[in-house]
């Protein structure tokens, strides 16, 4: 079934369905991290990876919210999307021998994760307001503040040291 499936008429259909989606992701991220982790050499870089295993645990149990507040069952549907970044993290990370620029790759691979996640709670919210649910739109927002400050702190670090090593 595609993203635009027979099931979906209504901008009410489109929410409850993107919620799900977000939650598959968020579930995936959970069991991915740990690799991310364990496969880390910078600390900083591995500490702030282990922050946010932290985080996305909340960030569940908040989709979770939402799904309470909006009546609907908390269940989730297949992400071809975030399987496929997962995934290319998953390869990219597993063919490089200098671990310099394999904390490069990881910065990278979980910036496009951030990058996702971004993307699907800006559009959640975005709806929860159109629908009038700014409750559900509010428990979003936390989501995408922890979303966004992960993504610029996986900046700070790539920029002022990792990206640095990686190149000499």
């Not at 975005?126 to 996986?154: H, P, Y």
Request: net charge negative; charged share 30%; glycine share 6%.
């Amino acid at each position: 079934m595609g993203f635009f499936s027979k099931d979906i008429k209504t901008l009410d259909d489109l929410f409850v369905h993107t919620l799900r989606d977000i939650y598959y992701a968020e579930k995936q991220i959970e069991k991915s991290l740990p690799k991310m982790i364990d496969k880390a050499t910078d600390p900083q870089l591995k500490a702030g990876l282990e922050k946010h295993l932290g985080q996305t645990k909340g960030h569940i149990e908040r989709v979770e919210k939402v799904f309470e507040l909006h009546g609907v069952k908390a269940k989730t549907v297949n992400c071809p999307a975030i399987d496929g970044i997962l995934e290319e993290a998953d390869e990219v990370s597993g063919d490089i021998d200098d671990k310099d620029v394999l904390d490069a790759a990881l910065i990278a691979s979980a910036q496009a994760v951030e990058h996702y996640e971004i993307t699907r709670y800006g559009t959640l919210i975005a709806w929860a307001k159109q629908l009038g649910r700014t409750d559900c739109a509010n428990v979003l927002a936390n989501n995408i503040k922890e979303e966004q400050a992960t993504d610029r702190k996986l900046t700070e670090i790539a920029e002022a040291k990792v990206n640095l090593q990686a190149a000499e």
